[in-house]
């Protein structure tokens, strides 16, 4: 088994959550607070979903996907598949329509499923097990547009030829999303 402690800061040792008394300990101890370190404390872990999709319009031979591009907080341009958070009592597959729409303005009709996606992240109050459902969606009406992001999320959208999109993708696992897509419209299983 791995060895699981980590360095935090100079002579204070986290193991397993628990602060070990190191050089220096005594000084950082005297001046900490009844609560502990942020950065050993637990927090509640929480459970999110969310949907979108692969919207495909073919022209001319050729299937193209709707892709959106945003800003992430260190301010650099991300491209990346629609997608958002279930409202109300929305199933995947109307979350992901919704979203897909709002983001693009492409309405869209959802022919597939093509996985799920999940990874962790954290804020300042809680850990986040994110899970992302990811649906193939045919383009049925609508102009490029994030004019209807109601979030104002998306700064930019294109379409993109479906089998090159994973080029463009910031993702890896969208990246991945978008190869199901084009092996499941290919006849690839």
């Not at 193991?15 to 005594?26: D, H, I």
Request: glycine share 8%; proline share 5%; with cysteine.
């Amino acid at each position: 088994m791995p060895n699981r402690e980590n360095r935090c800061r100079p002579g204070i040792r986290v193991r397993f959550g628990k602060v070990a008394a190191g050089p220096g300990y005594s000084d950082f101890v005297s001046h900490a607070a009844a609560e502990p370190p942020r950065y050993i404390r637990r927090l509640p872990t929480v459970e999110e979903r969310s949907a979108g999709g692969v919207v495909v319009d073919v022209r001319d031979g050729i299937a193209l996907v709707a892709v959106i591009a945003r800003r992430n907080r260190a301010g650099r341009l991300e491209w990346c598949l629609p997608k958002g958070h279930i409202e109300g009592v929305e199933t995947l597959t109307q979350t992901a329509v919704r979203e897909v729409a709002e983001e693009t303005g492409i309405t869209g009709r959802v022919l597939l499923e093509l996985g799920t996606i999940d990874y962790w992240f954290a804020t300042d109050e809680r850990r986040v097990h994110k899970y992302v459902h990811h649906f193939l969606l045919e383009a049925l009406a609508g102009e490029l547009t994030i004019e209807m992001d109601p979030d104002h999320e998306a700064v930019d959208v294109a379409w993109l030829p479906l089998h090159e999109a994973h080029r463009h993708l910031t993702f890896p696992n969208e990246r991945r999303i978008a190869r199901v897509a084009w092996q499941r419209l290919a006849g690839e299983e």
